[in-house]
Antibody, heavy 125, light 108 residues
Framework: QLQLQESGPGLVKPSETLSLTCTVS??????????WGWIRQPPGKGLEWIGS???????YYNPSLKSRVTISVDTSKNQFSLKLSSVTAADTAVYYC?????????????????WGKGTTVTVSS | DIQMTQSPSSLSASVGDRVTITCRAS??????LAWYQQKPGKVPKLLIY???TLQSGVPSRFSGSGSGTDFTLTISSLQPEDVATYYC??????????FGPGTKVDIK
């Protein structure tokens, strides 16, 4: 059974870079049917998509975060990572990683069918 | 950018009631819509994709419909375990997503 696990510091100082890793177990990150994504949820608020990556390294980012976000993949470790630079208190959130299914006949369907448990990141000095 | 709205923002209904949540896109998105359920303190769960296709394992009391700009999620008979916030999510012809603001469902 596929599982995703987020890891990284729970506390980041303002203006620094938030770095998280998602480890995929029970399946290969290099499957052609899937992208991999990051989503966040500030306390008491809704879900915000951050970005998606394919095992080849192809990426898509939320335009509102694009200037600060880098998502990368390490197929040898079955992991993908998120870096968010110049963080402020507004970046305090639960960060989720998720598997993004890509299928059907073109144009393809995309949806997030497996999620990690989430990790809380607080931005504070 | 295409914006997603949901109505109502919250609702309270009795066990056994039929519940309908609406999601609207500011431009037509064909059937590129998914619905997620997030129970309090829990991880979001996929319910429906392609506007009306039920994800495997999801109870049949959940259904989705719509195309273009207007979509609905219906719970045919509300159960206590359905207390949650429901989010619609659009996708493009690429894994680029926008979530709706959510609809919180409670039991009256």
């Amino acid at each position: 059974q596929l599982q995703l696990q987020e890891s990284g510091p729970g506390l980041v100082k303002p203006s620094e870079t938030l770095s998280l890793t998602c480890t995929v177990s029970g399946g290969s990150i290099s499957s052609s049917s899937y992208y991999w994504g990051w989503i966040r949820q500030p306390p008491g608020k809704g879900l915000e998509w951050i970005g998606s990556i394919y095992y080849s390294g192809s990426t898509y980012y939320n335009p509102s975060l694009k200037s600060r976000v880098t998502i990368s993949v390490d197929t040898s470790k079955n992991q993908f990572s998120l870096k968010l630079s110049s963080v402020t208190a507004a970046d305090t959130a639960v960060y989720y990683c998720a598997r993004v299914y890509c299928g059907g006949d073109p144009p393809y369907y995309y949806y997030m069918d497996v999620w990690g448990k989430g990790t809380t990141v607080t931005v504070s000095s | 950018d295409i914006q997603m709205t949901q109505s109502p923002s919250s609702l309270s209904a009795s066990v056994g009631d039929r519940v309908t949540i609406t999601c609207r896109a500011s431009q037509g998105i064909s059937n590129y819509l998914a619905w997620y359920q997030q129970k309090p303190g829990k991880v979001p769960k996929l319910l429906i994709y392609a506007a009306s296709t039920l994800q495997s394992g999801v109870p049949s009391r959940f259904s989705g419909s719509g195309s273009g700009t207007d979509f609905t999620l219906t719970i045919s008979s509300l159960q206590p375990e359905d207390v949650a916030t429901y989010y619609c999510q659009k996708y493009n012809s690429a894994p680029i997503f926008t979530f709706g603001p959510g609809t919180k469902v409670d039991i009256k």
